[in-house]
């Protein structure tokens, strides 16, 4: 399921480790504790990255931090931990953290100092999610504002105009005049998807009614609705609607 990338020990008190993984993963984070160690695992999808969210090169990480207990035992917020995990989705701050640490450009020691402080914000960040309980940042409560809602339903409007060759995150979002990280935020929160899950199922929504329609080759409406080949089309349709194009076709 996963390739592992070494454990490294960051200082005395702090290791961590990445894993690249093989399949879909949520954007959850989970914190908890035992008798010695604070223990977070984060698992991180570049579907939420702000590159191009379209293409078929997915890439799925899980990282894990462990935390000597001992160097944390005087707060407040660590001793209260449950040895329940504490799970949460990926909040801004956390994504963006996550993002940081798989893609940073630094090496040897600065990388080790670089992680160390963001494995540390990352905890905070977890912390301060269960304690103030903010499942939607603060900074989302834009949602609240009729102009800025309008705005999230016409990416969607733009998205299914050019299901074939959407415009990426960031031309999608000055398209319609919107921060990146508030057009992804407030289209998982209206339509409770991402927008590459989006995409993704309108494209085989419109592949199914050509299937059934047209004459047109699964080859054909491959290419029709976006994808790169056929292959990576037929995967998508199966994984989505749990049968194949050929069955749509047959039937």
């Given at each position: 399921?996963?390739?592992?990338?070494?454990?490294?020990?960051?200082?005395?008190?702090?290791?961590?480790?990445?894993?690249i993984?093989?399949?879909?993963?949520?954007?959850?984070m989970?914190?908890?504790?035992?008798?010695?160690?604070?223990?977070?695992?984060?698992?991180?999808?570049?579907?939420?990255?702000?590159?191009?969210?379209?293409?078929d090169?997915?890439k799925?990480?899980?990282?894990?931090?462990?935390y000597?207990?001992?160097?944390?035992?005087?707060?407040?917020e660590?001793?209260?931990?449950?040895t329940?995990?504490?799970?949460?989705?990926?909040?801004?701050?956390?994504?963006?953290?996550?993002?940081?640490?798989i893609?940073?450009?630094?090496?040897?020691?600065l990388?080790?100092?670089?992680?160390?402080?963001?494995?540390?914000?990352?905890?905070?960040?977890?912390?301060?999610?269960?304690?103030?309980?903010?499942?939607?940042?603060?900074?989302?409560?834009?949602?609240e504002?009729?102009?800025?809602?309008?705005?999230?339903?016409?990416?969607?409007?733009?998205?299914?105009?050019?299901?074939?060759?959407p415009?990426?995150?960031?031309?999608?979002?000055?398209?319609?005049?919107?921060?990146?990280?508030y057009?992804?935020?407030?289209?998982?929160?209206?339509?409770?998807?991402?927008?590459?899950?989006?995409?993704?199922?309108?494209?085989?929504?419109?592949a199914?009614?050509?299937?059934?329609?047209?004459?047109?080759?699964?080859?054909?409406?491959?290419?029709?609705?976006g994808?790169?080949?056929?292959?990576?089309?037929t995967?998508?349709?199966?994984a989505?609607?749990?049968?194949?194009?050929?069955?749509?076709?047959?039937?």
């Amino acid at each position: 399921m996963f390739r592992n990338k070494n454990t490294v020990s960051l200082d005395k008190s702090i290791n961590y480790h990445i894993q690249i993984l093989t399949s879909h993963v949520e954007n959850k984070m989970w914190l908890h504790k035992d008798l010695d160690k604070i223990h977070l695992k984060i698992q991180y999808s570049t579907d939420i990255d702000c590159q191009d969210l379209y293409n078929d090169d997915k890439k799925y990480y899980e990282l894990n931090f462990n935390y000597d207990f001992e160097n944390f035992q005087n707060y407040n917020e660590i001793r209260l931990l449950s040895t329940t995990a504490i799970e949460k989705e990926l909040c801004c701050n956390s994504r963006l953290i996550s993002y940081e640490v798989i893609n940073t450009k630094h090496e040897g020691i600065l990388k080790n100092i670089f992680i160390l402080s963001k494995s540390l914000e990352l905890l905070l960040c977890v912390l301060k999610c269960e304690t103030v309980i903010i499942d939607k940042c603060n900074t989302c409560k834009f949602l609240e504002k009729p102009y800025e809602k309008e705005k999230i339903y016409k990416a969607k409007e733009i998205l299914l105009q050019n299901l074939n060759n959407p415009p990426i995150i960031p031309d999608l979002a000055k398209l319609v005049g919107i921060n990146q990280c508030y057009l992804k935020k407030g289209f998982k929160d209206i339509f409770d998807t991402t927008i590459f899950a989006f995409v993704q199922e309108q494209r085989i929504a419109k592949a199914t009614h050509l299937l059934r329609q047209t004459k047109h080759s699964i080859s054909e409406i491959s290419d029709l609705v976006g994808f790169s080949n056929p292959s990576n089309f037929t995967n998508s349709f199966k994984a989505i609607t749990g049968i194949l194009p050929s069955q749509v076709r047959n039937n």
